[in-house]
T-cell receptor, first 113, second 113 residues
Framework: ETGVTQSPTHLIKTRGQQVTLRCSSQSGHNTVSWYQQALGQGPQFIFQYYREEENGRGNFPPRFSGLQFPNYSSELNVNALELDDSALYLC????????????FGPGTRLLVL | GDSVTQMEGPVTLSEEAFLTINCTYTATGYPSLFWYVQYPGEGLQLLLKATKADDKGSNKGFEATYRKETTSFHLEKGSVQVSDSAVYFCALTSSNSGYALNFGKGTSLLVTP
């Protein structure tokens, strides 16, 4: 069974640029959630996708957007990058909407200069 | 809204010492409770979980009991090893949060030989 994978592992961008992060969910999982983890902090929920639709969103501005594809993989897009967007971005998958354990990928570390 | 409060670290213990990391929560309804562990430079790994009151989650020598009367989910291990050095996160999901994980700030554990 393949676990959750994310790409790239590391990324450096400059302020104002746009970035796309990718996540492949664990086999059999149809729900993907994205989290932002700033240095020394707990992860913060960005949004969740279930069957290709956004299924909940945390306190993040609209420049954070996402997609889920028919194979349940997902993308996180961030426009107009700010210095505070520097963080570890974590993707988690689970096997149905709500109530199921989320399994995390290794994360993408984004540095915005 | 829902929230999780963990004891602040860092916690430093000698090998074979007893570990307790306190976690309390505030939630409406009936949350599920989790402990995740994050090793340096890695993503989050599920350590254990409990989905209803009085359930005990256990894994790799770690245990935590869901106490509804005290709204707590303290993590314990009888004899820690150097390899247990990591950051530990307490988290909950609930129907109120749309099943997004709500994390505490994390507790850093360092085990010395």
């Amino acid at each position: 069974e393949t676990g959750v994978t994310q790409s790239p592992t590391h990324l450096i961008k400059t302020r104002g640029q746009q970035v796309t992060l990718r996540c492949s969910s664990q086999s059999g999982h149809n729900t993907v959630s994205w989290y932002q983890q700033a240095l020394g902090q707990g992860p913060q929920f960005i949004f969740q996708y279930y069957r290709e639709e956004e299924n909940g969103r945390g306190n993040f501005p609209p420049r954070f957007s996402g997609l889920q594809f028919p194979n349940y993989s997902s993308e996180l897009n961030v426009n107009a990058l700010e210095l505070d967007d520097s963080a570890l971005y974590l993707c988690a998958s689970s096997n149905k909407q709500g109530g199921e354990t989320q399994y995390f990928g290794p994360g993408t570390r984004l540095l915005v200069l | 809204g829902d929230s999780v409060t963990q004891m602040e670290g860092p916690v430093t213990l000698s090998e074979e010492a007893f570990l307790t990391i306190n976690c309390t929560y505030t939630a409406t309804g009936y949350p599920s409770l989790f402990w995740y562990v994050q090793y340096p430079g890695e993503g989050l790994q599920l350590l254990l979980k409990a989905t209803k009151a009085d359930d005990k989650g256990s894994n790799k020598g770690f245990e935590a009991t869901y106490r509804k009367e005290t709204t707590s989910f303290h993590l314990e291990k009888g004899s820690v090893q150097v390899s247990d050095s990591a950051v530990y996160f307490c988290a909950l999901t609930s129907s109120n949060s749309g099943y997004a994980l709500n994390f505490g700030k994390g507790t850093s554990l360092l085990v010395t030989p």
